[in-house]
């Protein structure tokens, strides 16, 4: 049973334009959510992260939405750039528990 | 400086052997764990410690068993490995919000 599903197993964008990555989530009791970034033969590395009594978190280029009655979220990535060229996953997690469940990735590619 | 590290970062060795792996932060966190990505590229939690303390523990198979000497450690230790532990393996930590991972062990079983 998938908790939290990427249903675009990859996106390519031109440099420049923006990145729009999704998110679902069937667990109504998820109140964290977090994007982490992964390189090939790295770990995932935090990106950004959104509480649930939010709908928007934003770091420089990178700006997280969250839906909750749809149960989705959304990592935009403006203006894109060659090095955002990575394997995006989605996780979320309950307050009271550090399990972080993840969705199956998306591999973006920004091309110039 | 390393915030998590991990090794070996690659482990080829036959079915029935038993393998170790190892994984180190310099974070000061108290949580540790470690995840599976498996060939269908599924991150899963596999073990959670706080404080040398086991506080999740997945549907893993016995033959798998972490151990924490201390805070700043946590190993896994797997015992008669099998085809299907093949897998990237990453170590975590975490202090009071998002988890820190390592570079990860790619384990392939032959």
């Known amino acids: 049973d998938q908790q939290v599903k990427q249903n675009s197993p990859s996106l390519s964008v031109q440099e420049g334009r923006i990145s729009i990555l999704n998110c679902d989530y069937t667990?109504?009791?998820?109140?964290?959510f977090l994007w982490y970034k992964k390189y090939p033969a790295e770990g995932p590395t935090f990106l950004i992260s959104?509480?649930?009594?939010?709908d928007k978190n934003e770091d420089g280029r990178f700006t997280v939405f969250l839906n909750k009655s749809a149960k989705h979220l959304s990592l935009h990535i403006v203006p894109s750039q060659p090095g955002d060229s990575a394997v995006y996953f989605c996780?979320?997690?309950?307050?009271?528990?550090?399990?972080?469940?993840f969705g199956t990735g998306t591999r973006l590619q920004v091309f110039p | 400086d390393t915030a998590v590290s991990q090794t070996p970062k690659y482990l080829v060795t036959q079915m029935g052997n038993d393998k170790s792996i190892k994984c180190e932060q310099n974070?000061?966190?108290?949580?540790m764990y470690w995840y599976k990505q498996d060939s269908k590229k599924f991150l899963k939690i596999m073990f959670s410690?706080?404080?040398?303390?086991?506080?999740i523990n997945e549907t893993v198979p016995n033959r798998f068993s972490p151990k924490s000497p201390d805070k700043a450690h946590l190993n896994l230790h797997i015992n008669s490995l099998e085809l299907g532990d093949s897998a990237v393996y990453f170590c975590?930590?975490?202090?009071?919000?998002?988890?820190?991972f390592g570079p990860g062990t790619r384990l392939t079983v032959l």
């Open positions: 975590a930590s975490s202090g009071r919000g998002e988890q820190f």
């Open positions: 667990n109504s009791m998820f109140d964290y």
């Open positions: 959104i509480s649930s009594i939010k």
């Open positions: 996780a979320a997690n309950s307050y009271n528990t550090d399990k972080l469940i």
């Open positions: 974070l000061g966190h108290d949580t």
């Open positions: 410690y706080n404080n040398k303390e086991l506080i």
